[in-house]
């Protein structure tokens, strides 16, 4: 079946540091998602991508989707503490079903 | 609004056990969708629904059934509980599939099989 590759799977960064991770697949996808999840909560919807090449911010968040719709990155600037939790992605396929990565964890050392 | 409501938080069933797992949702959504999460697996849709009395099938089904009587409730149910069945479940819903990106995720179960 249809597979998002996800990296990295996880993330050690000082408080202030930049972030980027990145989601990779063999399939087109018509949207990408970006979700966090807080420890022992669901996922929370960040950004959501509807087009090739698109750059989304939401505060210190950018997300973009691949030119060739295989790929999405996510960015975050000058983290925080609170920037602590994992980070999916998600690929939408016809039939608006959700793919998705297998989770990127980010620690952030104050 | 509440959201989306699972309960319970965290069980631990013995192999061969059966439970329903809870969900509601207050926001008259159409959709609602059963997923689990395995440590460095993401999220694997289990069961979707996209109206009373209309279920089908995801990605890993087996030893998972699902009933939806009403559009607030979706329950999942393990009948013959194993050990591969330990993980983290998640209720979410959506208005609607084509922006189902818009899901909203309840607080999951924590579920061991021992």
């Known amino acids: 079946g249809q597979q998002l590759n996800q990296s990295p799977q996880s993330m050690f960064i000082q408080e202030g540091e930049d972030v980027s991770m990145n989601c990779t697949s063999s399939?087109?996808?018509?949207?990408w998602l970006w979700y966090k999840q807080d420890p022992g909560e669901g996922p929370v919807l960040l950004i959501a991508?509807?087009?090739?090449?698109e750059l989304t911010s939401n505060g210190r968040l950018t997300a973009q989707f691949g030119i060739t719709r295989k790929d999405s990155f996510l960015n975050i600037s000058a983290s925080i503490p609170s920037d602590v939790g994992i980070y999916f992605c998600a690929g939408q396929i016809e039939g608006g079903k959700l793919i998705f990565g297998q989770g990127t964890e980010l620690s952030v050392k104050p | 609004n509440a959201g989306v409501t699972q309960t319970p938080k965290f069980r631990i069933l013995k192999i061969g056990q059966s439970m329903t797992l809870q969900c509601t949702q207050d926001m008259n959504h159409n959709y609602m969708y059963w997923y689990r999460q395995d440590p460095g697996m993401g999220l694997k849709l289990i069961y979707y629904?996209?109206?009373?009395?209309?279920?089908d099938k995801g990605e890993v089904p087996n030893g998972y059934n699902v009933s939806r009587s009403t559009t607030e409730d979706f329950p999942l149910r393990l009948e013959l509980a194993a050990p591969s069945q330990t993980s983290v479940y998640f209720c979410?819903?959506?208005?609607?599939?084509?922006?189902?990106?818009?899901?909203?995720f309840g607080s999951g179960t924590q579920l061991s099989v021992l």
């Open positions: 979410a819903s959506s208005s609607r599939r084509t922006t189902n990106e818009k899901l909203f």
């Open positions: 629904s996209v109206g009373a009395g209309i279920t």
């Open positions: 991508l509807y087009k090739a090449g």
């Open positions: 399939s087109i996808f018509n949207t």
